[in-house]
T-cell receptor, first 112, second 115 residues
């Protein structure tokens, strides 16, 4: 029973395309996140979403937009993909305070 | 604002030797602290966490970490390294309010275990 699942695991696409990555958690957590891991393994928070409160990392381009149809889902939509968007994107969830975040297996996005 | 510094992007130890991975943090609110491990091509797995209470916390796979407020440190240790411990390790901090509720990661330490 996967706690945090994201699809697809691999995504190869051309520059300029629009793509989405889906994330679902079955832990009953109130907060979900998207992280970007670059080629040097550095993890950067992109968004956190808690009870319709969206906290955006100001360095994230507005081509990236999170969409949450319900508390268990937080999808990531990316418009006009660029080469620099190539990375591994991780979805995670947690309770708002104190508790650890649980991570999905990641989506490796390659823009060609 | 909160931040995490992991000293040493690469650490090598011999099998059976002590593992010490260093982590220092800064936080404007009382921190929650975590260590995660990432094996190749996998997601992040929680090793251990400090929220409140006992400052020495034990995690999975024989790892432990000690929260030292005076030193703003949360170093990860394991008495005897095993080949299967080779992975990337991330220290993370989380605050209790506002944007500090987000989990902020250090830059990671790649642990190599030599036979």
């Amino acid at each position: 029973d996967t706690a945090v699942s994201q699809t697809p695991k691999y995504l190869v696409t051309q520059m300029g395309n629009d793509k989405s990555i889906k994330c679902e958690q079955n832990l009953g957590h109130d907060t979900m996140y998207w992280y970007k891991q670059d080629s040097k393994k550095f993890l950067k928070i992109m968004f956190s979403y808690n009870n319709k409160e969206l906290i955006i990392n100001e360095t994230v381009p507005n081509r990236f937009s999170p969409k949450s149809p319900d508390k268990a889902h937080l999808n990531l939509h990316i418009n006009s993909l660029e080469l620099g968007d190539s990375a591994v994107y991780f979805c995670a969830s947690s309770q708002p305070t104190g508790e650890a975040a649980f991570f999905g297996q990641g989506t490796r996005l390659t823009v060609v | 604002a909160q931040s995490v510094t992991q000293l040493g992007s690469h650490v090598s130890v011999s099998e059976g030797a002590l593992v010490l991975l260093r982590c220092n943090y800064s936080s404007s609110v009382p921190p929650y602290l975590f260590w995660y491990v990432q094996y190749p091509n996998q997601g992040l797995q929680l090793l251990l966490k400090y929220t409140t209470g006992a400052t020495l916390v034990k995690g999975i796979n024989g790892f432990e970490a000690e929260f030292k407020k005076s030193e703003t440190s949360f170093h990860l240790t394991k008495p005897s390294a095993h080949m299967s411990d080779a992975a990337e390790y991330f220290c993370a901090v989380k605050g209790s309010s506002g944007s500090a509720r987000q989990l902020t990661f250090g830059s990671g330490t790649q642990l190599t275990v030599l036979p």
